[in-house]
């Protein structure tokens, strides 16, 4: 499973990397077979985002650690260093660019945003 990464260097400029999650096979939920799962992460809040088809915020910091699994539309995402990548539906973006130059996003689709967000501890 892969997931985009954006986080910040030394001098606190944001940019993006890509990643695999590693996968086990465990009992995760007897008596059920076998199912591959991550590693537990602690997670210390839920959010659901929408944002309306057309939304641009300002340059920021993501407000803390967090996971952003896009359920709806296409965003543009900009980081500190210049490189932008698109999310859509499907995609798994860790966000950590917590202090420093931050991020632009823009929503490029036709629909609207819809996000669900888990902030990690």
């Known amino acids: 499973m892969n997931y985009i990464h954006l986080t910040k260097n030394e001098n606190g400029v944001s ?3 890509d990643h695999s999650i ?3 096979a ?4 007897a008596p059920a077979p076998l199912i591959n799962n991550s590693d537990v992460e602690v997670a210390t809040q839920f959010v ?3 944002l309306p088809s057309g939304w641009t ?6 407000p803390r650690p967090q996971v ?3 359920l709806q539309g296409r965003m543009r995402v900009e980081a500190g260093d210049g490189p ?3 999310i859509g539906a499907g995609d798994n973006w860790r966000i950590e660019d917590t202090e420093g130059s931050g991020h632009t996003t823009t929503v490029i689709s036709d629909v609207d945003m819809n996000c669900a967000v ?3 501890g």
Request: net charge neutral.
């Open 84 to 86: 932008f990548r698109e």
């Open 68 to 70: 952003l699994f896009c």
């Open 15 to 17: 940019f993006f990397e």
């Open 57 to 62: 915020g300002k340059k920021h910091p993501s």
């Open 22 to 24: 590693g996968l086990n």
């Open 26 to 29: 465990t009992d995760f939920a």
């Open 48 to 50: 659901n985002l929408w």
């Open 118 to 120: 888990v902030q990690l």
